[in-house]
């Protein structure tokens, strides 16, 4: 049996948590917790760590050479950031775009789109 400790994040109370795992990597107990979106967290974090991308890609626009924040619209396996920011390197946005507009279907996994975080004209 192990334990991990954690600092759930899912609202700003910040509950430290102490999670208790079995040799196989199960999930045996989460304690410290106040409501049950901190256990279903640790259980994530654990067994299944998902993190939503952030960056930013280079646009043109009718002003000239931007950076346009972008994200995916669902967390992503946190072991794909690293090939999710490959990718991203070679990415370039074109104006216009709107907020929330998908630049890329279906990226790192299917169901999951790369989309704009500000409008450019
Ligand atoms: S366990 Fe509940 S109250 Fe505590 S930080 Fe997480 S969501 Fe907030």
Redesign the pocket.
């Known amino acids: 049996m192990t334990t991990r400790e954690l600092?759930?994040?899912?609202?700003?109370?910040?509950?430290r948590?102490t999670v208790t795992l079995d040799d196989g990597g199960t999930v045996l107990e989460v304690e410290?917790?106040?409501?049950?979106?901190?256990?279903n967290?640790a259980v994530s974090e654990i067994t299944h760590p998902v993190r939503t991308l952030t960056s930013t890609v280079p646009m043109k626009t009718a002003a000239g050479k931007k950076m346009l924040p972008v994200r995916t619209d669902k967390p992503i396996p946190k072991e794909k950031l690293f090939e999710a920011m490959e990718i991203l390197h070679g990415v370039k946005a074109q104006a216009p775009v709107k907020t929330g507009e998908v630049l890329i279907a279906d990226f790192i996994e299917p169901g999951t789109n790369l989309i704009a975080c500000r409008d450019e004209i």
């Open positions: 600092t759930c994040v899912v609202c700003p109370a910040g509950c948590m410290g917790n106040t409501c049950a979106r901190g256990k967290y």
